[in-house]
């Protein structure tokens, strides 16, 4: 069993930035991969940035390239994702997840949003 834990989340005028962190608990011994994936209004979720656990491997999606920074501190039980040049096209629920044996874990999510 996995847990995850959001924070940093906010209002923010639009250019502005935030970094949202996630920690991870429990069981991590057989994580492969840890991501960030966020829900607007109306939307389906989308995926973010994500990275592997020996971080590897990172991956953006196209809408946050640039933009976006993710990274673990050392010892691989907290995940970072630094936000820049924010717009209101980026305010959602964003969620940290985790990849475990074949198993997807989510934290409760923590809300951003861009003010114009």
């Known amino acids: 069993q996995?847990?995850?834990?959001?924070?940093?989340?906010?209002l923010v005028q639009a250019g502005?930035?935030?970094r949202l962190s996630c920690a991870i608990s429990g069981r991590t011994d057989?994580?492969?991969a840890m991501a960030w994936f966020r829900q607007s209004a109306g939307k389906e979720r989308e995926f973010v940035s994500g990275i592997s656990y020996?971080?590897?491997?990172i991956t953006y999606s196209d809408?946050?390239?640039g933009r976006v920074i993710i990274y673990r501190d050392g010892t691989k039980k907290t995940?970072?994702?630094q936000?820049?040049?924010l717009s209101p096209e980026d305010t959602a629920v964003y969620?940290?997840?985790a990849q475990v044996l074949r198993v997807n874990y989510w934290g409760q999510g923590t809300q951003v949003t861009v003010s114009s």
Request: overall charge positive.
């Open 16 to 18: 502005g930035s935030l």
């Open 30 to 32: 057989y994580v492969a």
């Open 63 to 65: 809408s946050v390239k």
């Open 95 to 97: 969620y940290c997840n």
């Open 83 to 85: 936000m820049s040049s």
């Open 54 to 57: 020996n971080g590897g491997k």
């Open 2 to 10: 996995v847990t995850l834990v959001e924070s940093g989340g906010g």
């Open 79 to 81: 995940v970072y994702l």
